[in-house]
């Protein structure tokens, strides 16, 4: 069934999804190739898996990093290039069958777009993407013919549940673990710390989304994500707590049968999905079993306390700019609490005022999107000066 | 998307599936017609439901209640007949598209073989016939090119899960809410009353599934017919006690993704899903609701106590006319049980006691089938005098 290898660029392939991408590769290396390697940062990690890998081409979005990553491969065949106009031109390689995009934040829109526009099909795994610009790139993927595959276990549950259904869809709950603060008050919120935080009780993730679970402004971007990944409305869209994380999300088709997709969290098997959809792949990722799960669970969300994902609905109700203004400002604000600036609760108070201030584009192109999310960190972090 | 007007034979229409079915039917009657009515017995609500439904032709089993029967709808241009052979002739009629095959029992058996052979679509409620013989009749529907279509709420949900996948199923788990004696001991059910058995906690069905259900026979019996329906062998069957029947079944795919299908306990939505498949048709059913589900549980069957449902897997493991026998035998205890004859546990070992006893037959042909069924039952009506 699948007779031609498939070729991936994987864009973040240091982050947490990038190597559990690059564990599914290598665990059928008949099947997948690595075809490109890219990293912010992290030029050691990178350096080692081009070794392993043996890549085309390797990118190093931060530029001071390119002269050890060069030398560190000067004997191999693997072409080095360094900055975000490499990382937009690596994606468009010609062999390229699927684009993983496992990078950080609003940084993944021009490389996702660039991609699109090459007619790569897309394993999305930032969901700012969407988030940001979800009409202008799910417009852009449909000219071009281009699939979008979901990586986020909540997203790709509610894609293999759709698998061969024409039914309308009713509705979708997006399962969420709740994090490490489920429960908690105002009082214990407003004196967490970052280390808490960083304790998620079901998912080993980057420190980005790690934060964005502690405060539910995961899920809020996962509801914008889902909004255009599956052509819904707001109220088609519910979120539920479920702190097992075993059901991973649940799709209400228009005569009220409901299909979830469930295991145990590990994202490499949406990853592998994502990779062999249509088609699954026999692998020996662990299996779920019931008796280890006596009782799963379930529980509204308290929207009151995490506040974040109330604001996530009104930018998608709201429109236009609105979610990138809201991404940007949580992009800043999980930046300055990682650092110490700020409290978990004052994340939120940054973000609504940045929705209230900055100006709002019903209709934003391409350019409004960076115009706005410019505006939007330098706006967020003045507020986070003058806290 | 349903353009011509589908024509359903109910078989067994006065029972608790056949005037669900028949609600399915009269909320659509642009897309559906009973063009053919039966029942066992119950002639007066035949009379009503063919004054409702103007079938072309309604047969009544019981062949003592054809004057009644015929008498009542003289002045009707809809057809009266009577008896098996006229159940085996109805089901082949030239205009019927689905025979949606709801009697109870190894009574089903014949009049499914000659729908089958008359190339009609089945719409199947009659477990029965793929206990006693899956492997013959599945055999015969695929010479036959006709869909064998789950209308068992288990069944229907794996059913509703595999659409569009082609992937090799790894395992499936069959729910069951354990019924009204879960938990109990031998020494509570040794004392249970015909009342109390017939209380199921959470769905309205006829009196000897009901039985079945309090039994686990009926999870016995859906284990043998998932083994017909989806080509599995035994060990790839589990059976799962889910108290709340929220979560119908479940199937592991060879990725280890799961995929389960959910929603309130109605029948209708599996009658309508049989009747639609591969569509889906929207209705008011009532919504299923996370909130009023706080906690979906899950627990090991107990089959050292619930022996029947130990006693199916070992008539699937051991092939042949077993299943037949295990059918037949059971048929007579729940009769018994019902008339006060035997108490809830003397059911299983009647159920035991023909399995060990009865002639086995490796290749059994349906003649042999029909006899394993008059010898079973013979022979259990004998066990049951002498307890």
Redesign the interface.
């Known amino acids: ?1 699948h007779q031609q290898i498939k070729n991936i660029a994987i864009l973040g392939s240091t982050g947490s999804i990038g190597t559990q991408s690059l564990e599914v590769i290598s665990a059928n290396p008949s099947l997948f190739k690595a075809s490109v390697l890219t990293a912010q940062a992290n030029v050691e990690l990178l350096i080692e898996q081009a070794l392993a890998f043996q890549p085309d081409v390797v990118v190093i979005a931060d530029e001071s990093k390119y002269p050890a990553l060069k030398e560190a491969l000067k004997s191999t065949n693997i072409e080095v290039k360094a900055g975000m106009e490499a990382l937009c031109e690596v994606v468009t390689q010609s062999k390229t069958d699927i684009v993983l995009t496992a990078l950080v934040g609003f940084a993944g829109l021009k490389p996702t777009i660039a991609a699109i526009k090459a007619g790569k099909n897309i394993a999305l795994a930032n969901k700012e993407t969407l988030v940001v610009a979800g009409e202008l790139v799910t417009a852009l993927a449909k000219e071009n013919g281009v699939k979008i595959l979901p990586v986020d276990s909540e997203h790709s549950a509610i894609f ?2 759709l ?6 869809i009713e509705k979708i ?1 997006l399962t969420a673990s709740g994090g490490p603060f489920r429960g908690k008050d105002i009082a214990f919120l407003s004196e967490v710390t970052k280390q808490q935080a960083l304790k998620h009780p079901n998912w080993v993730m980057g420190a980005k989304i790690t934060i964005d679970s502690a405060s539910l402004m995961n899920k809020g971007l996962e509801v914008i994500e889902a909004k255009w990944l599956f052509n819904l409305e707001a109220n088609q869209i519910d979120v ?1 707590v479920h702190p097992q994380s075993v ?1 991973h999300s ?1 799709i ?13 969290p590990d994202m490499k ?1 949406p990853i ?2 994502a990779l ?1 959809h ?6 020996d ?4 079993n ?2 280890d ?8 969300p308290n929207s009151k306390i995490f506040r974040n994902l109330a604001l996530a609905f009104e930018a998608l109700n709201k429109g236009g700019n609105m979610p990138c203004i809201l991404n940007a400002a949580n992009e800043v604000v999980v930046a300055e609490f990682l650092n110490e600036q700020i409290g978990f609760l004052q994340m939120s108070e940054v973000i609504e005022t940045c929705m209230a201030k900055l100006d709002f584009v019903a209709q934003p192109s391409l350019e409004d999107y960076f115009e706005t999310d410019k505006q939007t960190r330098i706006f967020a972090k003045e507020l986070v000066t003058n806290i």
Chains 1, 2 share one sequence.
Request: glycine content about 6%; hydrophobic content about 40%.
């Open positions: 069934m293999q549940c698998v061969g259904e024409e039914s309308a709950y539920i059901i649940i209400q088709f228009e005569d009220g049968s409901m299909k979830a997709q469930m295991g145990l098997l592998q999905y062999t249509p088609h699954r792949l026999k692998n990722f662990k299996r779920f019931f008796l799960y006596p009782s799963l669970t379930f529980e509204q």
